[in-house]
């Protein structure tokens, strides 16, 4: 398996642009993660989905953030307008089933950078 | 609402010596999860270990296991032998049982750095 998958792994934009960070999740996992990773906040979960459906949204800081999940293997988090203090590295994370030990997998991020 | 605490922002070991990472959690749930994941300079996030509340058995993977002290809210990860490769940030993070929820809470890191 590949494991998660998320694009770009750099982004680099102007502020007032707009921002898709995309994530395909490990094929038969039920729940989807978005997290956001700052010197300042540390690992903040942003949203997460259970098939497919947003369950949890409260971490989303602003209306800028949007997340949506349209099938089984595809998610977005779109930025607009970005801001310089959204820069950060983004994670999606997806794990299986309702086990709560179970592990979350991570993807290798996207860092944002907003000039 | 539940805090994770690591109050060592960095920690240095020997190679081949053993170290040992502080965490503290504070909850007044009774059933829960607490593990601890290596961010290394790749930026992956790499599950290390994970243990039960209700487990009084503190769980061991390889050179890698844990203290973990219920009654205190302590979770402390302890490296073995340690080894170049083990050089990472390490995150405590705890999720609440009971299938109420599936955040995991991080605390905000510890940088270890291993010596050759």
């Known amino acids: 398996d590949a494991g998660v998958i998320q694009s770009p792994r750099h982004e680099v934009t102007e ?30 979960l942003l949203i997460y989905f259970n098939n497919n459906v947003p369950i949890d949204d409260s971490g989303m800081p602003e209306d800028r953030f949007s997340a949506k999940m349209p099938n089984a293997s595809f998610s977005t988090l779109k930025i607009q307008p970005s801001e310089p203090r959204d820069s950060a590295v983004y994670f999606c994370a997806s794990r299986p089933g309702t086990d709560p030990l179970s592990e979350q997998f991570f993807g290798p991020g996207t860092r944002l950078t907003v000039l | 609402a539940q805090t994770v ?100 809470i991080f605390g905000t890191g510890t940088l270890l750095a291993v010596q050759p």
């Open chain 1, 15 to 44: 502020m007032g642009q707009e921002v898709t960070l995309r994530c395909k999740p490990i094929s038969g996992h039920d729940y989807l993660f978005w997290y956001r990773q700052t010197m300042m906040r540390g690992l903040e």
């Open chain 2, 5 to 104: 605490t690591q109050s060592q922002p960095e920690m240095s070991v020997q190679e081949a010596e053993t170290v040992t990472l502080s965490c503290t959690y504070d909850t007044s749930e009774s059933d829960y999860y607490l593990f601890w994941y290596k961010q290394p300079p790749s930026r992956q996030m790499i599950l290390v270990i994970r243990q039960e509340a209700y487990k009084q058995q503190n769980a061991t993977e390889n050179r890698f296991s844990v203290n973990f002290q219920k009654a205190a809210k302590s979770f402390s990860l302890k490296i073995s032998d340690s080894q170049l490769g083990d050089a990472a940030m390490y995150f405590c993070a705890y999720r609440r049982g009971g299938g109420a929820t599936n955040k995991l």
